[in-house]
């Protein structure tokens, strides 16, 4: 049996699709040049103070669902971008990370969803404050070429981006007009 392979991931944003300008990398090259990256948590970490300073917001980080958020805390403000993980669709602990960085610790930069980004979760993750997302599901990139994002027009968990206001609660009783 011979499995479906997934196309490389594409860079989406509520705008549409976008060249990626990031580049993700294990460890930075020696040749740092001009270009921008993406380093695991412990990579970015390992790399001092002096070096993320040179680099400043060309140096983006990514963070495991099971890596601690405060470790990254003291460098928010110089780094370019965030991506959280999402390894698999039934794991939410980067939504709960999201949520934080933007309401908690006031991070305004780029926040990117990485890895099983499917399109029912797109609509959540943008409320919790995801600004891009980087897409290799083939049903999700093909909805998202349609247009076709989806979603619940009614939210009960608060969040970083607040919803639009409807008529109110949709399982709360209403009195016939």
């Known amino acids: 049996?011979?499995?479906?392979?997934?196309?490389?991931?594409?860079?989406?944003?509520?705008?549409?699709?976008r060249d990626d300008e990031w580049q993700r990398v294990d460890e930075l090259p020696s040749d740092a040049g001009e270009g921008s990256y993406i380093l695991p948590l412990a990579e970015f970490l390992a790399l001092g103070d002096n070096r993320r300073g040179e680099l400043g917001d060309r140096l983006g980080v990514e963070i495991a669902p099971g890596e601690e958020l405060e470790d990254m805390l003291p460098h928010l403000e110089?780094?370019?971008l965030v991506a959280l993980a999402f390894p698999a669709f039934g794991d939410g602990r980067s939504f709960s990370k999201a949520e934080l960085l933007r309401t908690r610790h006031g991070y305004a930069g780029p926040l990117r969803a990485v890895g099983d980004v499917l399109?029912?979760?797109?609509?959540?993750?943008?409320?919790?404050?995801f600004t891009e997302f980087a897409v290799s599901n083939p049903a999700t990139l093909r909805r998202l070429e349609k247009g076709e994002l989806g979603g619940i027009s009614l939210h009960y968990q608060p969040t970083a981006k607040e919803a639009?206001?409807?008529?109110?609660y949709a399982w709360r009783r209403?009195?016939?007009?």
Not at 119 to 129: N, V, Y
């Open 78 to 80: 110089g780094v370019g």
């Open 164 to 168: 639009a206001k409807g008529e109110g």
């Open 119 to 129: 399109i029912d979760q797109l609509p959540h993750m943008i409320r919790t404050g």
């Open 174 to 177: 209403r009195t016939a007009g």
């Open 1 to 17: 049996m011979t499995e479906a392979i997934e196309p490389a991931p594409r860079l989406w944003t509520p705008q549409g699709f």
